[in-house]
């Protein structure tokens, strides 16, 4: 009786091996089918240069592709927005505020594309709103650094427009493939200073100066540089330098914790005084997030005072 009592046990138990199995098969085949259909939705995304504007790609591209007159027209200007954070707790803060002229110090008209936030070498970079890796860059010899991109449809941010959020000077690069899906509050990268310096940079082209410290280090600090552009299109064009979406334009990543339009440069910047300080969404070390029901946070985790 033992024996058989000891025998139906065992089977028992093997079942519930086998079942735990199977479970972790399907969620590991359920995963990788909603990756790779991740994947190919964002090539079938993806389209040539030839079908963006020379606006745009005058706008967003590089070096001689450069063209300020556009950029400011697609949204490369001050607009006087500041984060405001919870007096509950400690965030960290922004030391290279957005669409900064950089011109004196690049030898040339100039303007900073997002925002830099300081943090130790190593900090958690976190996805501010679900969405699904679209980019990687190692930017090798760029003073971008190491950097992934990240797309958001509406649904992930609650805005009108399809987003892309930047996050460069990585210390690595993230064990992330093209295609997969993050939420909001994942770590997606960590903090650090890769990419060349502006003293650096004229040193190797013959443009810029400096290194964007007082004091002309040319070692910089350890900060993410975050970035946001948005279009009404899903459509965008990529290589192996850049991503410039269809229609592109340029957010101050302050705009992007808004809870309602205008999100454009030019009609933030309109806005009267009283109406620029943006209250910021956030997810303390512990995992709340405030408020509960947002869908976008401060790409840093907060701490209580």
């Given at each position: 009786?033992?024996?058989?009592?000891?025998?139906?046990?065992?089977?028992?138990?093997?079942?519930?091996?086998?079942?735990?199995?199977?479970?972790?098969?399907?969620?590991?085949?359920?995963?990788?089918?909603?990756?790779?259909?991740?994947?190919?939705?964002?090539?079938?995304?993806?389209?040539?240069?030839?079908?963006?504007?020379?606006?745009?790609?005058?706008?967003?591209?590089?070096?001689?592709?450069?063209?300020?007159?556009?950029?400011?027209?697609?949204?490369?200007?001050?607009?006087?927005?500041?984060?405001?954070?919870?007096?509950?707790?400690?965030?960290?803060?922004?030391?290279?505020?957005?669409?900064?002229?950089?011109?004196?110090?690049?030898?040339?008209?100039?303007?900073?594309?997002?925002?830099?936030?300081?943090?130790?070498?190593?900090?958690p970079i976190l996805a501010v709103a679900d969405g699904?890796?679209?980019?990687?860059?190692?930017?090798?010899?760029?003073?971008?650094?190491?950097?992934?991109?990240?797309?958001?449809?509406?649904?992930?941010?609650?805005?009108?427009?399809?987003?892309?959020?930047?996050?460069?000077?990585?210390?690595?690069?993230?064990?992330?493939?093209?295609?997969?899906?993050?939420?909001?509050?994942?770590?997606?990268?960590?903090?650090?200073?890769?990419?060349?310096?502006?003293?650096?940079?004229?040193?190797?082209?013959?443009?810029?100066?400096?290194?964007?410290?007082?004091?002309g280090s040319s070692v910089r600090r350890h900060a993410?540089?975050?970035?946001?552009?948005?279009?009404?299109?899903?459509?965008?064009?990529?290589?192996?330098?850049?991503?410039?979406?269809?229609?592109?334009?340029?957010?101050?990543?302050?705009?992007?914790?808004?809870?309602?339009?205008?999100?454009?440069?030019?009609?933030?910047?309109?806005?009267?005084?009283?109406?620029?300080?943006?209250?910021?969404?956030?997810?303390?070390?512990?995992?709340?997030?405030?408020?509960?029901?947002?869908?976008?946070?401060?790409?840093?985790?907060?701490?209580?005072?």
């Amino acid at each position: 009786m033992l024996r058989c009592h000891y025998r139906t046990k065992t089977l028992v138990n093997a079942y519930r091996v086998l079942i735990a199995l199977i479970i972790i098969f399907c969620f590991v085949a359920i995963v990788s089918y909603a990756q790779e259909s991740n994947r190919q939705n964002i090539e079938n995304d993806r389209v040539s240069a030839s079908e963006l504007k020379r606006e745009v790609i005058n706008s967003f591209g590089k070096g001689r592709r450069n063209n300020p007159k556009f950029a400011k027209k697609r949204g490369m200007i001050p607009t006087g927005l500041t984060p405001k954070f919870d007096e509950r707790v400690d965030c960290r803060g922004i030391d290279e505020y957005w669409a900064k002229d950089y011109s004196r110090k690049r030898g040339r008209e100039t303007y900073h594309g997002g925002i830099d936030i300081p943090a130790p070498q190593g900090t958690p970079i976190l996805a501010v709103a679900d969405g699904v890796v679209v980019a990687k860059f190692m930017n090798e010899g760029n003073p971008k650094g190491i950097e992934i991109m990240l797309r958001h449809n509406p649904e992930d941010t609650g805005h009108p427009m399809w987003i892309y959020t930047q996050y460069t000077h990585l210390l690595e690069m993230p064990a992330l493939d093209i295609g997969q899906r993050v939420r909001m509050g994942q770590v997606i990268g960590k903090t650090s200073n890769s990419g060349i310096s502006g003293r650096e940079a004229k040193r190797r082209y013959g443009i810029g100066g400096g290194s964007g410290r007082k004091g002309g280090s040319s070692v910089r600090r350890h900060a993410l540089h975050f970035g946001v552009i948005y279009s009404k299109s899903r459509k965008y064009m990529k290589n192996e330098k850049h991503l410039i979406p269809v229609d592109a334009y340029w957010m101050d990543p302050n705009a992007l914790y808004r809870k309602f339009p205008p999100f454009d440069s030019a009609s933030l910047k309109a806005l009267p005084e009283n109406q620029k300080q943006v209250p910021i969404p956030y997810i303390l070390f512990s995992g709340e997030v405030v408020p509960v029901d947002t869908k976008l946070i401060w790409p840093y985790s907060c701490s209580q005072k």
